[in-house]
């Protein structure tokens, strides 16, 4: 008789998914890019120390904050838009799909696997280079405040959902241009709220020439506005950050993830793997 | 419970290349049906469209037209692939991976308890001799052990099914060998098996039936002792002719049905029917030719092959390739 005669209910399905996060962990864990990631981030903050030198007195716990929340987004999302884009190449390349796939796992707990699994990794970054932080921050005269951590956390929101695009793109094409095209919407979509204000601006370009105006507002329906994630100069202003704020931005930023998954499983379950 | 294990009907699968999305059938007519407990091969050429197929019957891809079902069921449901043990051509695992770690992993997959899992691992890497590389990452792994691990992977689950594609491709003759006994063992134990191979000789023993592929369709399909016409035997026999000279070969060569294979000074090697036997010897023995051999031959699977291939090639899309495919289903 068959040993694996369960293979329905969510149970299973929950199971099979952890397996293939664990293991995409596991990867990762003995992968080159990801500790260069973390030893350029671990480089950057140790930079910030000493710019601080240069900065005012009362300026230099300021220096570190907005350059180490500056440097954590940056290397976290290389990772991910790096690490997303080769997720599907790098299985299909070495064949090793081939041996996993024929196994009673649906492609979708495949795929949601290998995301859960680089979302994790990209957690366990953050962590690291927070810790990271805070050390550099009290070592200035700063201290790790709830704003401060919470700002890290809302880059987080904004990493996993560059994850899920670079996952998107990882499904419809190769892997450079896959690369790119997330880097592409990451740029963009840092800077898709200036489209936003152009457009709803009564001259300029944006708001007269028709071909720009069509551009601008097919630009800013596709694409999410990531600048939701960046409190950074609220807090570094002392600004308060509304719960409410919070709240819609991980509402925002849960939409657009699942959305991009949900399109990367599409593409994926048509695919020919050959 | 289905007792079709495995069925295709007219299976094809046409790829789209290049920017033009110029086709390329690789898969054009299959048909073929699998019961428990059989056994069969796929045979065929290289590129003839085995593999392809084998995707097609586990889901790795969709077939253009026609159907395949497995376990009476669509190779997209997971309960389908459950009790199937697959090895891939060539198979490839993450190589910064232990043979234990990949068996880990394909354990949780199959949903197999920590304790099966670990009994059926060690037993398994043991019996395929990766004992002593069980903790050793599978970098450097040479193609023979890599597919040792793709052997003893696929019975983690311990299919009712098993389906192998070149299961003996990158082994050594020893490990040829135990792959072949650990294949008769699991025909013994009762399951089916379904693999291709292109090495005809070696599945002879391994199999009940075989589809023969080429260029995408069965050109030959059935019981093996039905299709090798076992009935009608030839036998080989090698004369030293000595004293008896030119004149003993052609009385061994006036006997009934004989035919000279090969003249290479005073031997001579010949063919008579199976009940010529008697007569040639006698002709041997009276033209004072020694015997030196003698060796029954049966159709072998090889030139069956190569005679179903060549017509097919021959009569180009022909109607005879569809009617083995429809008169040879077991
Ligand atoms: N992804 C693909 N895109 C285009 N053509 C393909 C693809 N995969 C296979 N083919 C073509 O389909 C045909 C059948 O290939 P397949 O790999 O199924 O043959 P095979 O019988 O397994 O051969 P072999 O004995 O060499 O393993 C070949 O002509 C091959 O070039
Ligand atoms: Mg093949």
């Known amino acids: 008789m068959t040993g694996a005669v369960h293979v329905t209910g969510p149970a299973r399905s929950l199971q099979r998914i952890a397996a293939v996060a664990a293991n995409t962990l596991r990867e990762a864990r003995r992968n080159r890019v990801f500790y260069g990631m973390l030893a350029a981030a671990v480089l950057l903050l140790l930079f910030s120390v000493a710019l601080s030198e240069l900065a005012l007195a009362d300026q230099k716990a300021r220096l570190v904050q907005d350059f180490g929340l500056f440097s954590i987004s940056l290397l976290t999302v290389a990772t991910a838009v790096l690490m997303g884009a080769l997720l599907l190449h790098k299985e299909l390349e070495r064949k090793t799909l081939y041996a996993i796939l024929p196994k009673p796992i649906r492609r979708s707990e495949f795929l949601v696997g290998k995301f859960a699994g680089l979302c994790a990794l990209l957690g366990v970054q953050v962590g690291l280079l927070g810790a990271c932080w805070w050390g550099v921050l009290v070592l200035r005269g700063g201290a790790m405040t709830p704003a401060l951590a919470l700002a890290l956390g809302l880059q987080y929101v904004e990493v996993v959902l560059v994850t899920a695009v670079a996952l998107f793109f990882s499904a419809l094409t190769r892997p450079v241009l896959a690369g790119v095209l997330t880097a592409g919407v990451f740029v963009v979509g840092r800077v898709v709220y200036v489209l936003q204000d152009l457009l709803s601006a009564p001259k300029g370009g944006f708001a007269e020439v028709p071909v720009m105006r069509a551009l601008g507002k097919v630009l800013v329906a596709v694409l999410p506005d990531l600048s939701t994630f960046n409190v950074a100069d609220e807090v570094l202003l002392g600004w308060p950050v509304p719960t409410d704020y919070v709240v819609a931005a991980l509402g925002y930023g849960l939409s657009w993830t699942v959305l991009f998954v949900a399109l990367a499983l599409v593409l994926f379950e048509r695919r020919d793997l050959t | ?330």
Request: overall charge neutral; hydrophobic content about 40%.
């Open chain 2, 1 to 330: 419970m289905t007792t079709v294990f495995l069925e295709l009907r007219n299976l094809q699968k046409v790829f789209r290349v290049g920017l033009l999305a110029r086709k390329v059938t690789a898969v054009r007519d299959v048909s073929l049906s699998l019961r428990r407990g059989e056994s069969m091969g796929f045979l065929g050429p290289n590129g003839s469209g085995k593999t392809t197929s084998i995707k097609c019957i586990l889901g790795l891809i969709r077939p253009t037209a026609g159907s395949v079902k497995l376990f009476g069921r669509d190779p997209w449901d997971i309960e389908a692939r459950a009790g199937v043990g697959y090895l891939p051509e060539s198979p490839y695992f993450y190589d910064w991976l232990t043979p234990r770690e990949v068996m880990n992993y394909a354990g949780d997959l199959f949903g197999l308890d920590r304790t099966t899992r670990r009994t059926r691992t060690g037993a398994l890497l043991e019996r395929l001799g990766l004992g002593h590389a069980a903790d050793r990452p599978l970098r450097g792994f040479s193609k023979g052990m890599l597919q040792r691990l793709g052997i003893a992977q696929s019975l983690l689950n311990d299919p009712e099914l098993v389906i192998y594609d070149e299961p003996l491709s990158g082994l050594d003759p020893i490990g040829r060998k135990e792959v072949l006994d650990l294949m008769a063992e699991l025909r013994s134990q009762g399951k089916s098996l379904f693999f291709s191979s292109h090495v005809l000789t070696d599945i002879e023993t391994l199999c009940d039936a075989v589809t023969i592929l080429n260029q995408g369709k069965v050109v030959a399909a059935g019981r093996l002792d039905a299709l090798l016409d076992r009935g009608a035997l030839e036998v080989e026999a090698l004369f030293e002719l000595g004293a008896g000279g030119e004149a003993a070969a052609r009385a061994l060569l006036a006997v009934e049905g004989s035919v000279e294979r090969e003249r290479t000074g005073a031997r001579l090697r010949l063919a008579v029917p199976h009940d010529a036997v008697d007569a040639l010897l006698q002709a041997g023995l009276a033209a004072g030719a020694k015997l030196e051999q003698l060796l029954p031959r049966r159709d072998s699977l090889e030139e069956l092959f190569v005679r179903k291939a060549v017509r097919v090639e021959a009569r180009g899309e022909s109607q005879d390739s569809q009617d083995a495919a429809a008169k040879g289903q077991p």
